[in-house]
């Protein structure tokens, strides 16, 4: 099983990035965890772009997105939204079709005690519209300083909750595989 790991922050000491890099220490084979070298090398979305000459950048994140088989989302908040790299991102995805029936894990990073709520449900709507399985589960971390250290989740209840978003996750791409087997028979 295939997730790729995209993060809404582009800051070196990203909290976000931080929960990235535990997700993909706590992914262990059969499963495997690849994040995104940074979402930033994406150029502004525009519509006349996409249909005139898609940048090579943006073809290759459709086909990262399509040959995965879930999405791990880590987003910040700014200004009670996910960040503007990350819909941007999500802006040239919405053409290529990769992201709908993909199960979508969500979390969110943030120092104040609201743990990043805001942006989370935020993007469920943006990916709402772009028919994703965001799964039911998803991971807040609230002051988040607190729990994040060194680039890695240091708190134990955290890291848990983050292995279980990582199996509910797996749980979904399972329930996926089993719709589109079903509807194929
Ligand atoms: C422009 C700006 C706006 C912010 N707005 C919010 C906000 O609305 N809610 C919140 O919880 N944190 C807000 N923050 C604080 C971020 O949650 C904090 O900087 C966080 O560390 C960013 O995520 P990162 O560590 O992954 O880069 C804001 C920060 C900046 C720079």
Known sequence: MKILGLCGS??????????????AE????????????????????D????QTALPGVVA????????????LIVTPEYAHGTSGVLKNA???????????????????????????????AWLAETLAAMDARVIPRELRIPQATLRIAGGRVTDEPTLAALAGLLDDLAHAVAEAREDSDSLAS
Do not use: M, Q
Not at 14 to 21: C, K, P, W, Y
Not at 26 to 45: I, Q, S, Y
Not at 93 to 114: D, M, R
């Open 90 to 120: 999500l802006e040239w995805l919405v053409g290529g079709g990769e992201v709908a029936a993909k199960p979508v894990g969500l979390a969110s990073a943030s120092p104040a005690i609201t743990g990043g709520d805001r942006a989370r």
């Open 10 to 23: 582009l800051r070196s000491g990203s909290l976000n990035a931080a929960v990235l890099r535990s997700a």
């Open 60 to 71: 290759e994140l459709r086909a990262a997105v399509g040959a995965a088989d879930a999405l």
């Open 47 to 50: 519509a006349d772009v996409e």
């Open 26 to 45: 706590l992914t262990l084979p059969p499963r495997e965890l690849a994040v995104d070298p940074g979402l930033d090398r994406l150029p502004f979305f």
